[in-house]
């Protein structure tokens, strides 16, 4: 493309009232939070046994990272192709142990220091996540809810545990750590009891948040459910829930799009979220027919929530990504998931909001209509191409050469 495309693009927009040399750089400086699970399918480095209690991959693509260091270059070599500057989210189950395993009520940060290191040299920033599940004491389904008080503190401490950790990410790299709080607890079959799970799930956190974290350093967020695999009859922390409990106790609720009925829609749920709590934590990912977590496409669902995200401030936001599929190249996976997020945002970024917003108060709604519509034909492309121009990276599925030649190179040896 040259640069006259641009310029031309750039005219067009501008007589809508857009300035795409805004957009730009208002894109440049979004920071999404990658997810390290995507790279070994929920794995983790304690057991060889895969994801397990609540949550699922499918697939058996070849080349999967395997260790820590293989983690770490798949996702080096990810972010290198994926333009601005991002955030890595880790899971509890990504520790760093040297000999003997350290269970899960005794993790440390000093578990994590290889980490902290990796993402010091790169000038990454740090989210992190409480794993519970994947772990004996989570085969049943029930953590922080179980009836049994041992298995209870059990995952207490794994919470208190977490939240030091969360604290030296934010301390040691200097920007505040996104914690976030999922269990799979819930009852594959109809339960007899609805409220005593939710009532010991309660306990549990409060237990948890007695815990004086620093709250410059850590943002505890908690994620709602509609049901997991296994567990579809009920799931304690549902939606409600989740947003009675984080109100409460002033953290804020995290929204996964995987994590309603089909037919809902989320990006309609940003805006309450965002006048009741300030502030919206978010797992970006894509059910298909369930809460599949395929990879993220442009899809109208992901339209929306970008222009959501971007009516209401980008800075309002915590994006995550979360989908894991094992059955295509993990890498592949990671900078399509992150590219396309950043394309959903630009596409939003160029929306005459004013001028729509007016025509909406003014109940033009035919005038609307036609716009919105019309909107979808003008040259968001030659805006990403520039995007992508000034980052030095490749604005179509040129990429995808580059991570051909890693596979063949580096993943495809891990046999
Ligand atoms: C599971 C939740 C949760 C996990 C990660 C691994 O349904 O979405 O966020 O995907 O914590
Ligand atoms: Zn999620």
């Not at 953590?143 to 794994?158: E, G, M, Q, Y």
């Not at 304690?236 to 996964?256: Q, R, T």
């Not at 009925?261 to 805006?271: Q, R, T, Y």
């Not at 059955?327 to 590219?339: D, E, K, P, Y």
């Amino acid at each position: 493309m040259s640069k006259a495309t641009y310029e031309a693009a750039k005219a067009q927009y501008k007589k809508l009232g857009i300035d795409t040399e805004k957009a730009i750089n208002t894109l440049k400086k979004i920071s999404i939070s990658m997810h390290c699970w995507q790279g070994d399918d929920v794995g983790g480095f304690e057991t060889t046994g895969g994801a397990s209690g609540g949550i699922q991959t499918t697939g058996n693509y070849p080349g999967k990272a395997r260790t820590p260091q293989e983690l770490m270059a798949d996702l080096d070599f990810a972010l290198k192709l994926i333009p601005g500057k991002h955030r890595v989210n880790l899971h509890a189950c990504y520790g760093i142990h040297e000999g003997k395993v350290a269970d899960r009520d005794k993790l440390e940060p000093k578990h994590f220091a290889p980490w902290v290191a990796w993402a010091k040299k790169r000038g990454v920033g740090l989210d992190f996540n409480p794993t519970f599940f994947s772990h004996p004491l989570a085969a049943n389904g029930l953590t922080l809810s179980s009836p049994d008080p041992k298995v209870r503190a059990f995952w207490v401490k794994h919470g208190i545990q977490c939240l030091k950790i969360a604290e030296y990410f934010g301390k040691e790299l200097g920007t505040p750590c996104a914690i976030n709080f999922w269990c799979p607890d819930g009852y594959k079959d109809e339960p007899s009891d609805r409220l005593g799970p939710r009532q010991r799930m309660a306990d549990s956190l409060d237990k948890i948040f007695k815990y004086k974290y620093n709250k410059k350093l850590v943002i505890p967020t908690f994620e709602s459910k509609l049901f997991g695999i296994g567990l579809e009859s009920y799931t304690v922390n549902s939606h409600e829930f989740v947003m009675g409990y984080a109100m409460k106790k002033g953290i804020l609720a995290l929204l996964d799009m995987g994590h309603f009925h089909l037919s809902e829609n989320v990006a309609d749920k940003i805006s309450s979220f965002l006048m009741f709590f300030g502030k919206v934590a978010f797992h970006i990912s894509r059910p298909v027919r369930w809460d599949s977590d395929h990879v993220i496409r442009v899809n109208d669902d992901l339209r929306n929530a970008a222009h959501e995200i971007v009516r209401m401030g980008p800075e309002n936001f915590i994006i995550a990504l979360d989908y894991f599929d094992a059955s295509i190249n993990r890498v592949a996976a990671w900078v399509l998931g992150m590219r396309n997020m950043q394309k959903a945002l630009l596409e939003a970024l160029l929306e005459p909001s004013a001028t729509l917003k007016a025509l909406q108060d003014g109940e033009q709604f035919t005038e609307q209509l036609v716009l919105q519509e019309e909107l979808k034909s003008y040259p968001f492309a030659a805006v990403w191409e520039e995007f992508c121009a000034r980052a030095k990276l490749p604005a179509n599925e040129a990429w995808m050469a580059d991570v051909l030649k890693y596979e063949r190179d580096v993943q495809s040896k891990r046999v």
